[in-house]
């Protein structure tokens, strides 16, 4: 039926209902520059269409609270970006490693059945006539597939829609060079047709411009390869020094970073302003008041509390002397809020700053084409400063004294807690490569925030930046404390509908189905 469906497209523009011949329309499938802008509305629906709730799901706009369970109460509460001032289930819950399995369980339907579907519907009716829309698709795949297999480990991948092997995991080495080579053929298919418009009424990222999605695809390999470079150095390298070298290059200026923009608020606005549900980490306030950081009040809000920044420890129970769940968050509520700035209707997923990050890191393990590690440490805060409209890069980059501070909890001085680093900021020739590590890593996450999955992942592969441990840790001895959570557990929908192929993919995994079993890339090993 699919490929019925994509041969009577081939054959029909509508133009008035007037049916033109298909030898004609043979020329008009080849030669992109002859479509006209009513043309792309209106005849490519049956695949446009499909492209929105893809984009929108990476992770989910709407509702809000799908999102706060997809990401908000996992990564980025995780990666020490922000919050809950409430003890949700009076304290037993993802903050504090009691992992709440109908929560998470949103971390894998949304991806599958917003993206996955949609992407194998476009694959079918693209894959060989509209090689470009096919191209995109797998790009955005990638971008949104490699956060899913980040949290869990093996995936579905490249079984799915396979109705003979559709619930066979792939470990995640394998889902990892399945990723590159879905790259491989996207870049191909672009840069084949570069200038083509056929995507542009549909594309909410980039207006259709292929070239700035060849560049994402670059950027999102070197990423990828970055991830990798611990446990498998030699194919990080090949993969880096591919996304370094290819002609378009990788993002370099703010206006090629990967925003999805949406007519739908940010979904934080809701959490955040709304509801009341999230506010600053602990973590945050150390290092961006340590650093003096000119990028936190775009961040973050001052605290009604305290009068400047103030944030909550992660994995707060209900503490002693609160009466239930709302009495303690009246108090935590009060600490600092998002800025609007972060509220707004553009969902950042990669930044031109996170890229010079990258390059850096690719510097000093001696990639090819990365260039030199100060100049990419120093572009990728400048890139940061400029994106938020700070002032003030030329002398940050340059402190080499302020560092991360003591955390004071207002209400609870039994939460307080000491700095757990004294990097600083300014690059310093001196110094190993594994300080220089820890300054790229810990200007990348205050660069990356609000996006807490990818800053979730850098620290579990680098350890970097050092951030506070939970107050109350309820996994039963299955996470440790020190260490932080390493993964999210398979969820109960594929448990009881698939328990075949979570077993083998717990046997991929290396570990035990908990929260404390590192991922395939998570080696625990030295970063050098």
Same mark, same amino acid.
Request: proline residues 4%.
């Given at each position: 039926?699919?490929?019925?469906?994509?041969?009577?497209?081939?054959?029909?523009?509508?133009?008035?209902?007037?049916?033109?011949?298909?030898?004609?329309?043979?020329?008009?499938?080849?030669?992109?520059?002859?479509?006209?802008?009513?043309?792309?509305?209106?005849?490519?629906?049956?695949?446009?269409?499909?492209?929105?709730?893809?984009?929108?799901?990476?992770?989910?706009?709407?509702?809000?609270?799908?999102?706060?369970?997809?990401?908000?109460?996992?990564?980025?509460?995780?990666?020490?970006?922000?919050?809950?001032?409430?003890?949700?289930?009076?304290?037993?819950?993802?903050?504090?490693?009691?992992?709440?399995?109908?929560?998470?369980?949103?971390?894998?339907?949304?991806?599958?059945?917003?993206?996955?579907?949609?992407?194998?519907?476009?694959?079918?009716?693209?894959?060989?006539?509209?090689? @470009?829309?096919?191209?995109? &698709? #797998?790009?955005?795949?990638?971008?949104? =597939?490699?956060?899913? %297999? +980040?949290? *869990?480990?093996?995936?579905?991948?490249?079984?799915?829609?396979?109705?003979?092997?559709?619930?066979?995991?792939?470990?995640?080495?394998?889902?990892?060079?399945?990723?590159?080579?879905?790259?491989?053929?996207?870049?191909?298919?672009?840069?084949?047709?570069?200038?083509?418009?056929?995507?542009?009424?549909?594309?909410?990222?980039?207006?259709?411009?292929?070239?700035?999605?060849?560049?994402?695809?670059?950027?999102?390999?070197?990423?990828?390869?970055?991830?990798?470079?611990?446990?498998?150095?030699?194919?990080?390298? @090949?993969?880096?020094?591919? &996304? #370094?070298?290819?002609?378009?290059?990788? =993002?370099?200026?703010? %206006? +090629?970073? *990967?925003?999805?923009?949406?007519?739908?608020?940010?979904?934080?606005?809701?959490?955040?302003?709304?509801?009341?549900?999230?506010?600053?980490?602990?973590?945050?306030?150390?290092?961006?008041?340590?650093?003096?950081?000119?990028?936190?009040?775009?961040?973050?809000?001052?605290?009604?509390?305290?009068?400047?920044?103030?944030?909550?420890?992660?994995?707060?129970?209900?503490?002693?002397?609160?009466?239930?769940?709302?009495?303690?968050?009246?108090?935590?509520?009060?600490?600092?809020?998002?800025?609007?700035?972060?509220? @707004?209707?553009?969902?950042?997923?990669?930044?031109?700053?996170?890229?010079?990050?990258?390059?850096?890191?690719?510097?000093?393990?001696?990639?090819?084409?990365?260039?030199?590690?100060?100049?990419?440490?120093?572009?990728?805060?400048?890139?940061?400063?400029?994106?938020?409209?700070?002032?003030?890069?030329?002398?940050?980059?340059?402190?080499?004294?302020?560092?991360?501070?003591?955390?004071?909890?207002?209400?609870?001085?039994?939460?307080?807690?000491?700095?757990?680093?004294?990097?600083?900021?300014?690059?310093?020739?001196?110094?190993?490569?594994?300080?220089?590590?820890?300054?790229?890593?810990?200007?990348?996450?205050?660069?990356?925030?609000?996006?807490?999955?990818?800053?979730?992942?850098?620290?579990?592969?680098?350890?970097?930046?050092?951030?506070?441990?939970?107050?109350?840790?309820?996994?039963?001895?299955?996470?440790?404390?020190?260490?932080?959570?390493?993964?999210?557990?398979?969820?109960?929908?594929?448990?009881?509908?698939?328990?075949?192929?979570?077993?083998?993919?717990?046997?991929?995994?290396?570990?035990?189905?908990?929260?404390?079993?590192?991922?395939?890339?998570?080696?625990?090993?030295?970063?050098?």
């Amino acid at each position: 039926m699919m490929k019925n469906i994509s041969k009577i497209l081939a054959c029909l523009v509508v133009l008035g209902l007037v049916i033109t011949s298909c030898s004609d329309l043979e020329q008009f499938n080849v030669n992109d520059r002859n479509i006209t802008q009513e043309q792309l509305e209106v005849d490519f629906q049956q695949v446009g269409s499909k492209y929105k709730p893809i984009f929108e799901s990476i992770y989910q706009y709407s509702p809000a609270w799908s999102y706060q369970l997809q990401q908000n109460l996992n990564a980025d509460v995780y990666s020490g970006y922000q919050t809950p001032p409430r003890p949700f289930v009076a304290g037993a819950n993802n903050t504090t490693y009691n992992l709440v399995s109908g929560w998470n369980g949103f971390i894998w339907s949304v991806p599958y059945s917003n993206v996955m579907n949609n992407v194998q519907t476009i694959s079918e009716l693209t894959e060989v006539e509209f090689p @470009t829309l096919y191209g995109t &698709a #797998l790009i955005l795949k990638v971008a949104a =597939m490699h956060r899913v %297999t +980040d949290v *869990f480990g093996p995936i579905v991948y490249s079984n799915f829609g396979d109705l003979a092997n559709a619930g066979i995991y792939d470990s995640q080495q394998e889902v990892y060079n399945a990723f590159f080579a879905d790259l491989d053929t996207a870049e191909a298919n672009l840069m084949a047709n570069i200038d083509s418009p056929r995507f542009a009424a549909f594309d909410l990222s980039y207006g259709g411009d292929y070239s700035q999605w060849v560049k994402l695809a670059n950027s999102l390999r070197l990423r990828l390869a970055i991830r990798i470079s611990k446990i498998d150095p030699t194919k990080a390298k @090949t993969e880096g020094e591919k &996304a #370094l070298s290819q002609s378009l290059g990788v =993002m370099e200026a703010n %206006t +090629d970073s *990967f925003f999805v923009n949406s007519i739908v608020d940010h979904p934080l606005q809701t959490i955040d302003n709304s509801w009341g549900d999230i506010r600053m980490n602990a973590s945050m306030e150390s290092i961006l008041v340590g650093y003096n950081d000119p990028r936190a009040s775009a961040y973050f809000d001052n605290s009604v509390a305290t009068g400047g920044l103030k944030g909550v420890r992660g994995g707060l129970p209900l503490l002693a002397g609160y009466a239930d769940e709302l009495a303690q968050k009246a108090d935590y509520i009060n600490y600092s809020t998002l800025n609007d700035n972060i509220h @707004t209707s553009r969902v950042q997923l990669m930044t031109a700053s996170e890229v010079a990050f990258l390059k850096a890191e690719a510097a000093l393990r001696g990639w090819s084409g990365a260039g030199d590690a100060e100049a990419n440490y120093e572009t990728g805060i400048q890139l940061s400063f400029d994106q938020h409209g700070a002032s003030g890069a030329t002398g940050y980059v340059a402190d080499n004294t302020s560092t991360f501070i003591d955390y004071v909890d207002t209400y609870n001085p039994a939460n307080n807690i000491a700095a757990l680093s004294d990097v600083t900021i300014a690059w310093t020739d001196a110094a190993d490569n594994e300080e220089r590590l820890e300054k790229i890593i810990t200007q990348k996450w205050i660069a990356m925030f609000p996006e807490g999955q990818e800053a979730w992942s850098e620290f579990r592969r680098t350890g970097y930046p050092k951030i506070f441990p939970v107050v109350s840790n309820q996994s039963g001895g299955t996470i440790d404390t020190d260490i932080q959570i390493r993964r999210i557990p398979f969820v109960d929908s594929e448990l009881s509908t698939n328990p075949d192929g979570v077993t083998g993919a717990v046997s991929k995994l290396g570990g035990s189905d908990n929260g404390g079993t590192r991922l395939w890339w998570d080696t625990g090993a030295a970063n050098f």
